[in-house]
């Protein structure tokens, strides 16, 4: 079971696809060229700051809003290594998880964190801050697959054997 430490970036509830990468940045050439405009609506500086390995800390319906790919994309260019959220909008977990983005659902973490802490998180075991523990649903394996081959696309090639 993987384990990891992260510092925390805290984000509130609702925030949509237009937050994550504003509309205007969308016809910039790629990805990397679009994550610095990452969260810009809500937090300007955010995607400066953010680390290799970070993990934001949200509320209820993250990604809502419209079914941009490119929202994902934005965050895992950031290296965020993982969202946590007290839910997830449908398409935004899809998305993300065709993009090799880990999300995890927990309602109870978020009343106890304060930006800049560090949290321990065990893939479907627990996520642990300031001693305390809080237990994690696992996904189911395929798609944990999927975020582990670095998303579906390569998850596929690594299934037929492609380069």
Same mark, same amino acid.
């Given at each position: 079971? =993987?384990?990891?430490?992260?510092? $925390? ?20 050439? @790629? ?6 405009? *990452?969260?810009?609506?809500? !937090?300007? =500086? ?5 680390? +290799?390995?970070?993990?934001? $800390? ?10 941009? =790919?490119? %929202?994902? +994309?934005?965050?895992?260019?950031l290296?965020?290594?993982? /969202?946590? %959220? #007290? @839910? &997830?909008? !449908?398409?935004? &977990? ?5 993009? *090799? ?9 978020? +009343?106890?964190?304060? =930006? *800049?802490?560090?949290?321990?998180? @065990? ?6 801050h300031?001693? #305390?523990?809080?237990?994690?649903? @696992? ?5 944990m697959?999927?975020?582990? %081959?670095? *998303?579906? /696309?390569? %998850?596929?090639?690594? !299934?037929?054997?492609?380069?």
């Open positions: 079971m =993987e384990k990891f430490t992260g510092k $925390v970036w805290v984000l509130g509830d609702d925030i949509d696809t237009d937050i994550i990468i504003p509309t205007e940045y969308l016809a910039l050439p @790629s990805v990397e060229d679009m994550k610095q405009y *990452g969260f810009s609506p809500l !937090r300007p =500086e955010l995607a400066s700051q953010i680390g +290799e390995g970070d993990i934001i $800390v949200a509320g209820k319906n993250f990604g809502c809003g419209s079914s941009r =790919e490119q %929202a994902p +994309e934005i965050i895992k260019a290296k965020i290594k993982c /969202v946590i %959220a #007290k @839910s &997830f909008a !449908r398409i935004f &977990f899809r998305n993300s998880i065709n993009n *090799g983005l880990l999300l995890i659902e927990n309602d109870q973490i978020q +009343e106890h964190v304060k =930006e *800049g802490d560090m949290l321990d998180v @065990s893939l479907g075991q627990s996520i642990i300031d001693g #305390k523990e809080y237990p994690v649903q @696992s996904l189911p394996q395929n798609l697959d999927i975020i582990e %081959a670095g *998303g579906l /696309v390569e %998850a596929m090639k690594k !299934r037929n054997g492609v380069k």
